[in-house]
């Protein structure tokens, strides 16, 4: 059951009555202003509590908030920036604007921030015999933003903004939505999850995808997490019997799907399991090279490896000893890392309840997390369950044709990030390269689990992108 603001789709509405529910009041504004820490004072429209679709299936998170800074009005149009605040896949509601995040920059530079809430594994309504029922399972999150896309075109006559240059941009989970709305532009295989909601018939592609430490490719996820950590079992890593049969496993299981991909370097040298990790190392040097060059002093027990006289010049790494570095960060996770409901003692990740049923059972989204669950070899996923976990994977969709990929893409992962292991953004900045894409791709050094950071770089990237769209 669903609530819903109309019964019919909204073309089939429109033509009927003539009344569009999905057509923004460009007179239905508060005006704010917002003063900075720099003691900047912007001022702007707020349209809040926009409804983005007509069939509503969550009253609480499927609204939006559009901020258009009245700079807007006067000057050139400007890009719209689409900011997701999704984490570890649960519901977000629509937000404000904040000093927080990257959206106060982007309003003083003049776009205009939508902020659009979207459902989760934790958005749930109550239905009339007293029960709940979750309204956010796989993929609702994806579909929604893609929703609230179709919204913004469907008024870009009502807003002074380039709908034409929409710039998503989301940390951790919402990385991994940001590169879905990315990579699935116009997919026909979410067209029917935007039709029952009611979704404006209009475009979802989007001009540039920022995506902070995505935690995406969750069918493959844990076998290269194991692939890349598992040789600090025993050491540094302290794991059960159990625990480590399952890493070893799953570890085993990479090469396979990696190979399959047929990635390369920008040179044209075929990537596998065998030259995966030099190449990973290649990004690691490169971090460190540019710390070192802005006076960042590199400590001797990372296995980075200088030049004796001083100069601070990177000729290597001694990956082991750096992935030991990364666990004196932060413990590394239990494998399975993210399908790990009910293998070797381990809880429900996010992952497990965005993937589960709509009664708010978490479930299994891997056939290995299955086989390991049953004791079954032979066990699969359900049609319906594979065809989900397919639509939440942007690897799935990029180069494919029948669909629009966004052609920029801003990926950041920290170089001691370990919530997923580094082949996974790696092999998405790869793939998107080799596919013809344009990619800033880097791992910023020592930096952890988050986003929105080095705003003048990224808003360097995006103005230089906005200017020079074909490069």
């Known amino acids: 059951m669903s609530l819903a603001v109309v019964s019919l789709p909204v073309a089939e509405l429109t033509a009927q009555t003539g009344w569009d529910p999905l057509r923004l009041d460009p007179d239905q504004y508060t005006a704010q202003s917002l003063t900075l820490s720099s003691g900047e004072s912007i001022g702007y429209r707020a349209y809040e509590k926009i409804l983005y679709v007509a069939n509503l299936a969550d009253p609480v998170y499927q609204t939006m908030n559009i901020y258009v800074p009245e700079s807007a009005y006067t000057a050139p149009a400007r890009a719209v920036f689409l900011k997701t605040r999704v984490g570890g896949y649960m519901a977000a509601q629509a937000g404000a604007i904040s000093e927080q995040d990257a959206t106060a920059r982007a309003l003083a530079e003049g776009y205009i921030v939508v902020l659009p809430g979207s459902r989760g594994s934790n958005s749930t309504i109550r239905l009339s015999d007293g029960s709940t029922r979750v ?33 998503t941009d989301g940390t951790s989970a919402g990385g991994a939505l940001s590169a879905l709305l990315g990579a699935t532009g116009n997919h026909p295989d979410y067209e029917p999850y935007l039709w029952e909601l009611g979704a404006a018939d209009e475009r979802d592609d989007v001009f540039a995808a920022v995506c902070f430490c995505p935690i995406t490719d969750l069918e493959h996820a844990d076998m290269a997490y194991e692939w890349f950590y598992h040789t600090t ?31 390369r370097t920008p040179d044209g040298t075929p990537l596998t399991d065998k030259n995966l990790m030099d190449y990973i190392q ?104 594979q065809h ?13 044709e029948n669909n629009k990929t966004a052609p920029h893409w801003y990926i950041r992962h920290g170089a001691v990030d370990r ?18 894409f344009s990619v800033n791709f880097f791992l910023p050094w020592n930096r952890n689990h988050s986003g929105d950071y080095d705003l003048d770089e990224l808003f360097d990237w995006i103005n230089h992108t906005l200017e020079n769209p074909n490069r």
């Open 135 to 167: 309204t956010g399972t796989a993929p609702a999150g994806i579909v929604d933003l893609k929703a609230a896309v179709r919204y913004l075109r469907h008024n870009a006559d009502r807003l002074p903004g380039d709908m034409e240059r929409i710039i």
């Open 233 to 263: 079992n025993g050491s540094a890593r302290k794991l059960s019997a159990e625990q480590t049969a399952v890493s070893e496993k799953l570890a085993a299981r990479y090469p396979e799907y990696f190979n399959s991909l047929g990635l």
């Open 282 to 385: 290649s990004f690691l040097i490169r971090s460190a090279q540019r710390a070192s060059d802005q006076g960042t002093e590199i400590p001797a027990h990372a296995g980075i490896l200088l030049v004796a006289d001083g100069s601070g010049k990177v000729t290597g790494i001694d990956l082991e000893i750096y992935l030991h570095y990364i666990l004196s960060q932060r413990a590394l996770k239990n494998p399975p890392a993210f399908d790990a409901m009910g293998i070797a003692g381990n809880s429900p990740t996010p992952e497990n309840k965005v993937f589960g049923t709509p009664e708010g059972i978490p479930a299994h989204f891997t056939p290995f997390g299955l086989q390991e669950k049953t004791g079954n070899p032979q066990a699969g996923l359900d049609p319906d369950q």
């Open 388 to 400: 989900r976990v397919y639509l939440m994977n942007p690897m799935n969709f990029i180069g494919r």
């Open 419 to 436: 919530d997923t292991a580094f082949p996974v953004p790696v092999n998405l900045a790869t793939k998107l390269e080799n596919n013809g």
